[in-house]
């Protein structure tokens, strides 16, 4: 009797112990990704947002500036890992308020036909679940080319 109101206790513990090492498995990459925002935050033209984005002007584009609230987007993207590692790039099309908050953030901030450097802390990003090649804790860096925006301001 003993031994099945014991079991139920026992696989509590080890579901609790093997999501604990999942979260240990990334305490490093977290480590590694603060430490390497913090040392390139004051990187050369980079400003530093209240909400931790850094960004770099390349060129600031002429055009109008989309709005967070329903401007529709395309723009030139390539996004890498600390390491270098590219983990995507192509065009996105889609609506900004769909996008991730450091490219919210940032992408209001543009004129179209700019082109920005960002990087990205984790909280703006993919947070502590990261997203398919995209570890958790990642900070992110992203060329971005502004190339249109509908219901632009």
């Known amino acids: ?13 080890i579901t609790l112990a093997l999501g604990s090492c999942e979260e240990d498995n990334y305490a490093d990459w977290k480590i590694l990704n603060d430490e390497w925002l913090e040392t390139h935050k004051t990187d050369s033209g980079f400003i530093q947002t209240e909400s931790g984005l850094c960004y770099k002007v390349i060129h600031q584009g002429e055009m109008g500036r989309p709005n967070l609230k329903d401007s529709y987007i395309t ?3 390539k996004g890498e890992l600390i390491t270098g590692t590219v983990f995507d790039s192509g065009q996105y099309k889609a609506y900004l308020f769909e996008a991730i908050a450091g490219w919210q953030e940032a992408i209001v901030k543009m004129n179209v036909g700019g082109k920005y450097i960002l990087y990205i802390p984790s909280s703006l990003g993919y947070g502590k ?11 992110l860096i992203f060329v971005i080319e502004l190339l ?5 301001l």
């Open 148 to 152: 249109d925006s509908k219901n632009q």
């Open 1 to 13: 009797m003993k031994r099945i109101t014991f079991l139920p206790f026992l696989l509590l513990l």
């Open 129 to 139: 679940d990261g997203s398919g090649d995209i570890p958790p804790h990642s900070t």
């Open 75 to 77: 723009a030139n993207y």
